[in-house]
């Protein structure tokens, strides 16, 4: 069985449940996961994707003008 940090114990959230309900935080989040992604739009999530890494860039580009800049994984000045 997994460590403590690793569970999460039902019991905690449904009082009814036994100590013998535990799930694997791994299976919790493989389960969450496919509850969720039958509701995302994956053409809005491209959009706000591609939009994220355009401003990434030109806020990276206007980093790296400033002297002594580390832009990361970029060149500083």
Not at 34 to 44: F, G, I, S
């Amino acid at each position: 069985m997994a460590g403590h940090d690793d569970v999460l114990h039902c019991s905690s959230v449904c009082p009814e449940r036994t100590a013998q309900s535990l799930l694997d935080a791994a299976e919790l989040q493989r389960l969450v996961l496919a509850a969720v992604e039958r509701h995302v739009d994956r053409q809005a999530l491209a959009q706000v994707v591609a939009e994220e890494a355009r401003q990434r860039a030109a806020l990276s580009a206007f980093v790296s003008g400033w002297p002594g800049a580390r832009v990361p994984g970029g060149e500083g000045r």
